[in-house]
């Protein structure tokens, strides 16, 4: 499908200090993450590829075609690099996925006879509602 080392060495990295309540250690430590991916300079995959993922990830892709993904889970650096590595590569692998083709089934004979058969009854109950015809 794709060569992950390969993919993993395109990935461009950057840590920054992550947002929410914390010690006095909080404003030191860079410990978010931010995963830069340009899809449209990749080496990795084909041109096939490349537009099946510019569809799928049409609305997670910045206008020069680049996938950014963060994590600030951990407190730990190599945490959260780690995580947002395993998080590129599944909606890598989700978004090169091809949908199957829809086999179009026939309506069976029976199915269509209950519906109509139920379609008369519902006919014959309203119609023995209604006031007898006087001539």
Known sequence: MFDTALLITE?????IR?????????????????????LSNSQVFS??????????LANRLTTEGVLILQSDESRSQ???KDLVIKRF???IKQSLKRPKKRKPTKVPRSVKLKRLSKKKQQADKKANRKPPEIN
């Open 11 to 15: 990935l461009n990295f950057k840590a």
């Open 18 to 38: 992550s947002s929410g309540s914390g010690g006095q250690h909080v404003n030191k430590v860079s410990s978010k993450v931010v995963l830069n991916f340009d």
């Open 47 to 56: 041109e096939e590829q490349k537009a099946l993922l510019f569809k799928n």
């Open 78 to 80: 190599h945490k959260n």
């Open 89 to 91: 590569l599944e909606l």
